[in-house]
């Protein structure tokens, strides 16, 4: 078992949908839970990172940790066609080097 | 400010061959990390440095070498390259914690 799932997808939504992304894992030690987003042949670039339980808004974007679940959650409201990429979620625990564990990854498409 | 360079962009290599993927961040940033990124697998990360000076292993360093030149750049070395090598490979930096900024990737295929 890896220690982060995460469902590959595709997810296709029609354009204003609510998305929910999930990722669950299995290490307790896991204090920073992060969420990358990645257009097709880009880097991935950090969209928002939470620290510990609870949850994290930034704009249309909500990032939600259940730690007695082991499992976490991106909300995008009002999907946008520009929102199509692949979301990485990945997570780190208390060490001083700072070493992420990544899932594999969900595609989305939002579709006009 | 042009955040994480990468070069370069695409690489063909015949088995046995040797290339080093070039990085550098000028956002001053103290650890900087190689990965790949290969189909359904997510990022596995190669080797990092915590810090200029400083390299160790991470989940798949077999078949590769890397040179902390400086605090700007990390270097990748392939020394004798193989098929199972193909991937896109991504350079990042971090200042003190877990917001990594990646580089645009490189794209090297062994054949």
């Known amino acids: 078992q890896k220690e982060v799932e995460q469902d590959p997808g595709p997810l296709s939504v029609p354009e204003g949908a609510i998305v929910s992304l999930n990722c669950t894992y299995s290490?307790?030690?896991?204090?920073?839970f992060m969420w990358y987003r990645q257009y097709s042949r880009k880097g991935p670039e950090l969209l928002m990172y939470?620290?510990s339980s609870g949850n994290k808004e930034d704009g249309r974007f909500t990032a939600q940790v259940d730690k007695s679940s082991k499992y976490i959650s991106l909300f995008i409201r009002d999907s946008q066609p520009s929102d199509s990429a692949t979301y990485l979620c990945a997570m780190g625990g208390s060490d001083s080097n700072y070493q992420l564990i990544w899932g594999a990854g969900t595609k989305l498409i939002i579709k006009p | 400010n042009a955040g994480v360079t990468q070069t370069p962009k695409f690489q063909v290599l015949k088995t046995g061959q040797s290339m080093t993927l070039q990085c550098a961040q000028d956002?001053?940033?103290?650890?900087m990390y190689w990965y790949r990124q290969d189909p359904g697998m997510g990022l596995r990360l190669i080797y990092y440095s915590a810090s200029e000076g400083t390299t160790d292993k991470g989940e798949v360093p077999n078949g590769y070498n890397v040179s902390r030149l400086n605090k700007r750049e990390f270097s990748l070395r392939l020394e004798s390259a193989a098929p199972s090598q193909t991937s896109v490979y991504f350079c990042a930096s971090s200042e003190y914690g877990y917001e990594q900024y990646f580089g645009p990737g490189t794209r090297l295929t062994v054949t």
């Open positions: 956002m001053n940033h103290n650890s």
């Open positions: 939470t620290y």
């Open positions: 290490n307790s030690a896991f204090q920073y």
